[in-house]
């Protein structure tokens, strides 16, 4: 791997790398966790949690996953434009003015009003298929959805008569307050349910279960998880468990070194002045690349497996670092920004704690900027590396 970098048509030392046979094997322990009786609807909104959506979709789908699942439009026309077969649910609300993109190009819609149904059906009679749509119900978290009271439920019993809309799903959202609020949300989704089911509904797919309810409460399972942070090793639960492990890995190299003499300063303003004669290192990653810049005097990276502190103000598009811990550190050598935790690495767990946030925020925030560097690592068969160039 190392030296293929000389040679490598990136232009950038500062990459992302992320281990498909990780994601493979993540996705594969999720679906074993949650057995034949659920379907596993895989969260790729974010650009894949800024792992990369292309590159990871087949691995995703072809290890198990039915589904898989994005916020917006946009995210599903690039998925359906390079793989139409792949079923796609838009779990995020989309206006009038797109929706008949979303039809063209069969994309799973989901809806929280009978305005909407009927304008999908539309739309569908004039292509001459139906729609597929999933309904989204409030049970409390009050972001998108139908209500639940009983003139909104009344309501939904009418999309029956709508011959070019194919109502495949219902869901709902916990706010994973506590026990007592989520059995709540489960049980008023429940009910919404067993009324329209009563009715002469039938859905063929019913989930409320992200990526922390569905290990720590497998009787919220139903038959579809939505499976977001685990698929990349993020793990949020706490009282089950299922073995994934981190894909990604943030690295670059070191640009440049300076000796900072004792009493000056680095970087804007010179917030931190040098205590001692110090060398100090230069990356060529900022916050620009999606690295959080309040981790000012927070950050460190690691450089031949010790710990480095960031120093003063982070640029947009480099930092500067105290290397007084590997002083035979040398201009092209290796730092990790974020690593899996081996060899004293700073993981996204810590990151995000580091900078007050979580590990999502951590993860879908990485640019576009750095390229895309995908590995997958066989039992049988040594690395095998290419890339997904957005230079
Ligand atoms: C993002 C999202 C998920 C996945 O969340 P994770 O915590 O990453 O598993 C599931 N459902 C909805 C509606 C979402 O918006």
Known sequence: MENNQNTSPLLRDTVIKVD????????????????????????????????????????????????????????????????????????????????????????????????????????????????????????????????????????????????????????????????????EQYERFTRVIAYLESNGFHFRYKHIADSIALVDYPEYRMNMVR?????????????????????????????????????????????????????????PFGYADGYPRNLRDKGTVAIHGKRCPIVGVICMDQCMVDLTNVPDARIGDTAVIYGDGTGNTVDIQEISELAGTNKNEIVSRLSMRPPRIYTYEQPAQKAEEFHHGSI
């Open 20 to 183: 498909l046979s990780a994601i493979a094997e993540n996705i594969r322990n999720i679906c074993a966790l949650v057995g034949p009786s659920a379907e596993v609807a895989a969260v790729v909104k974010a650009n894949a949690y800024g792992h990369g959506i292309l590159p990871l979709a087949p691995v995703i789908m072809e290890n198990g996953a039915s589904l898989l699942a994005v916020a917006t439009l946009s995210e599903a026309l690039e998925i359906k434009t390079a793989y139409p077969d792949y079923p796609v649910l838009v779990m995020g609300l989309t206006s009038d003015a797109y929706l008949p993109q979303a039809a063209r190009y069969s994309v799973i819609q989901t809806i929280d009003t009978v305005e909407q149904a009927v304008l999908l059906n539309e739309i569908g009679e004039k292509l001459g298929r139906p729609v597929s749509v999933h309904l989204k119900i409030d049970t409390g978290f009050h972001r998108i959805g139908f209500p639940d009271d009983p003139d909104s439920i009344q309501k939904i019993l009418t999309l029956k008569d709508l011959p070019w809309l194919s109502v495949e799903g219902i869901f709902s959202h916990l706010a994973l307050l506590d026990d007592a609020s989520n059995k």
């Open 227 to 283: 499976a977001g942070a685990l698929i990349y090793g993020l793990k949020g639960f706490h009282k089950g468990f299922v073995s994934v492990r981190q894909a990604l890995r943030f690295e670059t190299r070191i640009s440049h070194i300076s000796l900072v003499r004792k009493g000056e300063g680095v970087s804007y303003d010179y917030t931190w002045r040098a205590g001692k004669d110090t060398l100090v290192g230069t990356l």
